[in-house]
């Protein structure tokens, strides 16, 4: 069993910033893809960004140059750095995992992870 935790979320204006955290409640990198995907009301749940142990990094064009995934294996704890934002990046994000597994670009479109986090809210205001 592995709990994933969110913080981070709140409100922001358009063009802020806002970093999201996720920590792990157990080991889960050794062979993981970790990453974030967010769903707004009437909308389907979308991929925003994966990162998994060989460092890889993938994101959905829309948020390309303005979101940076990263993590900080000593504390088991993952990030998405959210610059520039946007109304439409309103949403609840929610942390994901997949153990023994890389990430690839197609699981974006999954929405099968493993383990998911209870999700935190952005609101972002124009």
């Known amino acids: 069993q592995v709990q994933l935790v969110e913080s981070g979320g709140g409100s922001a204006q358009a063009g802020g910033s806002l970093r999201l955290s996720c920590t792990a409640s157990?080991?889960?990198?050794?062979?993981?893809?970790m990453g974030w995907f967010r769903q707004s009301p009437g909308k389907e749940r979308e991929g925003v960004a994966l990162?998994?142990?060989?460092?890889?990094?993938y994101y959905r064009d829309s948020v390309k140059g303005r979101f940076t995934i990263s993590e900080d294996r000593a504390k088991n704890t993952l990030y998405l750095q959210m610059n520039s934002l946007k109304p439409e990046d309103t949403a609840t994000y929610y942390c994901?995992?997949?153990?023994?597994?890389?990430?690839?670009?197609?699981?974006?479109?999954?929405?099968?992870?493993?383990?998911w986090g209870q999700g935190t809210q952005v609101t972002v205001s124009s």
């Open positions: 994901v995992a997949q153990r023994e597994s890389l990430c690839f670009r197609y699981m974006l479109q999954k929405g099968d992870f493993e383990y």
């Open positions: 157990a080991w889960i990198y050794r062979r993981t893809c």
């Open positions: 990162l998994d142990t060989d460092r890889d990094t």
